[in-house]
């Protein structure tokens, strides 16, 4: 099927209904930290605590319950999600980026924030970048002066507000556009958290070696200072976007991420620790959003996607051991694993305007890369070849209950032992590596990836195997002209040569 056509037949229809200037979404995407699928209540019969807000997404909207990040850690879901292409492309094939890098993306590449921009929309991004920037001076030098660069800022968002990345990783302040509003100048270790196994980043902060810190930071503050300067932003933008110029807004939280700090009025909320609480304060910080999007009267035409990172992080086993609660929801594994634990994500859309029949589930693929091509279908825009390469939109989903929608092969990777797996409808193989055999499931029969059943299907882990190799080697897996990968072969690609990966490469 055209799905292009589909799409646009659709456009047409809600064009001619609500009016062409109504019909273009303003669109927000939020993105929370580590995650797990069994993290939210309407995902988990079996959850310890609730999330209304989350649900509130869920109900009336769609359910994507196979849906995915492209890596099953920070960084480099990241750079999939807000660029349509699969992060080890680039240089970077393993790991994450500390604060202070260079920045993945590279410079000129298409990002979800400059399809928007290029389309007449406001952009902005409040929260957790972890992508990579440029500081002025060094660690031991710093000029806070002088702005920071390779940012958000030249990756098609007009304003940002927020911190490099994750906590632990320092450099920590409050960003916002180029400048630190009180410049990270002290420095700082963890601090035990008496009420979580992780740390905390608070004050006193008065060592002469570690992280770099602004004086003003407390980690516990990050969900309520986003979560206000988004709707701070977006107060500023209603009028525009009753009046034909909507919005873009990126809103990467840092929860519940460590360090797990729930404000104290989350306390002894919920029956899962802190990190329900934390999960709890995150689902009350969307909530003040889908509030103020009602209260402005902009909350019909808003598109909301609603996902995470990856999945949850290594206190998940003893968080079901104390609690009985299972934040990957069934599924093997988290965070860092190939495994549908470590990868498989909440996911839901909402969009009151266009959605048509709200409140559906969707059991097939879907991945974060799909963003892209999804919102330039809406938007009416073909992308070029050498954007969004491994993004196929999903918008026929959307707005047609009974869309024949099928997704291209999906990649997901270890980042861990550094694995890659294939998945092609509810086949799933994991690529042999080192010492590990390759494994073979059927995930509508065996979700939680219990049975290998490879020695079974060696006709389907041979095919399988071949789709992978060749979807990798020619630079996207969506249809279209090959484009190059930033580098040549590399050496986790173990059940290939790197004479047949260049057989197969542009």
Not at 67 to 87: I, N
Not at 223 to 249: C, H, Q, S, Y
Not at 252 to 269: A, I, N, R, W
Not at 311 to 317: D, F, Q
């Amino acid at each position: 099927m055209n799905y292009s056509r589909q799409v646009l037949a659709s456009v047409v229809w809600l064009s001619a209904t609500i009016g062409w200037a109504a019909y273009r979404p303003n669109v927000i995407v939020i993105y929370t930290d580590d995650q797990g699928y069994g993290d939210v209540s309407a995902l988990n019969p079996e959850a310890k605590f609730q999330t209304p807000n989350m649900d509130r997404l869920a109900k009336e909207g769609i359910v994507f319950t196979n849906g995915h990040s492209a890596d099953s850690v920070c960084t480099p879901s990241r750079y999939a999600l807000l660029t349509g292409r699969y992060p080890w492309r680039t240089v970077r094939k393993r790991g994450v980026l500390g604060a202070e890098a260079k920045g993945m993306i590279a410079d000129g590449r298409m990002t979800l924030a400059s399809l928007f921009k290029e389309n007449g929309y406001h952009t902005a991004m409040v929260g957790k970048w972890h992508l990579g920037m440029d500081f002025p001076g060094t660690s031991k030098k710093r000029d806070w002066s002088q702005p920071v660069r390779d940012m958000p800022l030249d990756k098609g968002f007009d304003y940002f507000f927020g911190i490099p990345a994750s906590l632990n990783f320092g450099v920590l302040a409050w960003f916002e556009g180029r400048y630190a509003k009180v410049p990270p100048t002290l420095l700082t270790a963890k601090k035990k958290n008496p009420r979580h196994m992780d740390y905390r980043i608070m004050p006193p902060y008065d060592r002469e070696k570690g992280m770099e810190v602004a004086p003003d930071f407390i980690d516990n503050e990050c969900l309520t200072r986003f979560t206000d300067k988004a709707i701070e932003w977006l107060g500023g933008k209603v009028e525009d976007a009753k009046n034909g110029k909507p919005f873009f807004l990126y809103l990467p939280y840092t929860s519940p991420h460590y360090p797990v700090c729930p404000l104290p009025e989350f306390h002894g909320k919920g029956e899962a620790g802190a990190y329900g609480e934390f999960v709890i304060e995150t689902d009350y910080r969307i909530g003040q959003v889908l509030d103020f999007l009602e209260s402005a009267g902009i909350d019909e035409n808003t598109l909301i996607v609603f996902s995470s990172d990856n999945g949850p992080e290594k206190s998940w086993p003893g968080r079901l051991e104390e609690y009985g609660h299972d934040s990957r929801g069934g599924l093997r594994d988290g965070k860092r694993s190939v495994y549908e634990g470590g990868q498989r994500v909440p996911f839901m859309v909402r969009w009151p305007a266009g959605i048509k029949q709200p409140g559906r589930r969707w059991d097939q693929v879907v991945c974060q890369t799909d963003l892209l091509a999804t919102f330039a279908d809406l938007l009416g825009v073909a992308l070029p070849e050498n954007a969004g390469e491994d993004s196929q939109s999903f918008a026929p989903v959307l707005l047609d209950p009974q869309a024949d929608y099928a997704r291209v092969p999906f990649i997901s990777h270890d980042s861990s032992d550094f694995r890659y797996a294939i998945t092609e409808g509810n086949w799933k193989l994991i690529l042999p590596s080192n010492q590990k055999a390759a494994e073979l499931y059927d995930l509508s029969t065996d979700r939680a990836e219990t049975q290998n059943v490879a020695a079974n299907h060696p006709e389907k882990v041979d095919a399988l195997q071949k789709k992978i190799s060749l979807l990798m080697a020619r630079g996207r897996s969506t249809p279209g002209a090959a484009q190059p990968n930033d580098t040549g072969y590399w050496k986790d690609l173990t059940w290939m040569t790197e004479k047949e990966y260049n057989e197969l490469a542009p």
